[in-house]
């Protein structure tokens, strides 16, 4: 569908929101009068009131009676709330922990918060939309309904990971590294595999269709690949890894979708049931976490840096919220972590 030529109205929004930017003042000046924008820009007077209000809800300037309008300095713009939606709970992992973080640092520096949403936009009070500068979804539970509203209501927003939702995202390369790690274990042999995961679904999509990805394209059927679920608890991660260990036939390789799984398979493979890793069981995990960074043998594992995702999503929300421009996915590329958890299949296998 071809985009609807801009009105006047957003012709001159789009202008003085250049124009400002770019003049990056530190402290507030006056703007032409409502007279002088008619005049030069050729538009009726209520043309240019409803773009001045644009830019009043934008953070740009504000009016005074009598006085006339201004534009904000640096000192001055306002910079309103990121909303993280998460309709439901909130997942108790760090990846996310560490996302909001790194929001909360950007928006600090520019006065302002992060706030944490369980509503969905639908039942949203009339005020909540003019509260936020934009929306970082977490896509467990949202719907394109709901982002649907997020547009109506003219609020840009970023999606974390890989979904179904349409919009732009925040990719943090999970899917890349799963098929990476993947093809790491078949490479050395691997064919008994089987997956840990269950800290957080949200966070475990993209990372199964990197592994479904690589293991279709080495000829094997991703069906036939045993999955072990734990709820999050410490029971059920516990019961989860030790349901792993007394398959059989046992795996020879397993990918745990978290470190904090891969660590508990880790110590119950090595301690209980008198294993070797890597020489009985290789482990590849995903995340890093700096706590399990003494953890012997060290993880093979990925990090992603959830915190520098947070800046920037925080940062490029802010400045669409001001200059109404079409957000792109956010890439951020993984870094792997070459630990001692992984070696060749195990003669007895």
Request: proline share 5%.
């Amino acid at each position: 569908m071809a985009a609807r030529p801009a009105t006047a109205r957003a012709k001159l929004v789009t202008f003085l929101t250049q124009d400002i930017l770019a003049r990056d003042s530190e402290k507030a000046y006056s703007l032409a009068s409502e007279h002088e924008l008619c005049r030069q820009f050729n538009l009726s007077r209520v043309t240019v009131r409803l773009a001045l209000s644009d830019l009043e809800n934008r953070g740009l300037i504000y009016r005074r009676h009598g006085k006339g309008t201004f534009a904000h300095g640096r000192a001055s713009r306002i910079y309103r709330n990121i909303g993280v939606l998460l309709p439901g709970s909130l997942p108790e992992n760090r990846a996310v922990a560490e996302l909001v973080r790194g929001m909360q640092s950007a928006q600090m520096e520019v006065g302002s918060g992060v706030m944490l949403v369980g509503v969905k936009p639908a039942a949203w009070r009339s005020e909540m939309a003019s509260m936020l500068s934009g929306v970082v979804i977490l896509p467990a539970d949202v719907t394109g309904e709901d982002l649907a509203i997020l547009r109506d209501r003219n609020l840009p927003f970023l999606i974390v990971g890989d979904s179904e939702l349409s919009g732009p995202r925040i990719v943090m390369g999970q899917r890349e590294a799963a098929r990476t790690l993947t093809e790491k274990l078949l490479c050395q042999g691997h064919r008994r595999l089987a997956i840990l995961s269950g800290v957080d679904a949200g966070l475990d999509g993209p990372k199964r269709r990197g592994i479904n990805e690589a293991l279709q394209a080495a000829g094997l059927d991703p069906a036939q690949v045993p999955e072990f679920v734990a709820d999050g608890k410490k029971c059920s991660l516990f019961g989860a890894t030790q349901a792993l260990l007394d398959s059989m036939p046992r795996p020879t390789a397993v990918i745990a979708l978290d470190d904090s799984l891969a660590t508990i398979l880790s110590y119950k493979a090595r301690r209980k049931m008198d294993l070797c890793v890597p020489k009985d069981l290789s482990i590849v995990s995903f995340h890093d976490w700096p706590f399990l960074a003494e953890l012997d043998p060290a993880l093979c594992t990925v990090h992603f840096d959830f915190f520098a995702a947070g800046r920037q999503a925080a940062t490029v929300l802010n400045r669409a919220a001001q200059t109404g421009e079409a957000l792109a996915d956010l890439n951020f590329q993984p870094t792997y972590i070459d630990g001692s958890t992984v070696g060749p299949v195990p003669v007895a296998a």
